[in-house]
C-alpha cells in the first residue's frame, strides 16, 4: 500500500541521519506518491516549552573545563 512504501521511506530517511529516534514528515502528491518533507531528530517536544537544545548547551559549556 501506498501508506507502507511511505513508511519505508521515512524509515530510510531516519537510517541515512544516523537517528534512533526521529519523526519523519510525509506528503502526497497528488498522484499519491509520498515525499519526506521534513526530519526531526528530536520530535515531540514544542520549543517554547521544552528548550532542550539552549540547555544542552549551558550544560556543556559548564562542563567543559
Known sequence: ??????????VKSAQALN??????????SRKGIPFVIEAQSF??????RYNFSEKL????IKNWK
Not at 537517528?19 to 502526497?28: E, N, S, T, W, Y
Open 43 to 48: 520530535p515531540g517536544f514544542p520549543e517554547e
Open 19 to 28: 537517528l534512533d529516534l526521529a519523526g519523519i514528515d510525509v506528503m502526497f
Open 57 to 60: 548547551a549551558k550544560a556543556i
Open 1 to 10: 500500500t501506498l501508506f507502507r512504501y511511505a513508511e519505508k521511506k521515512a
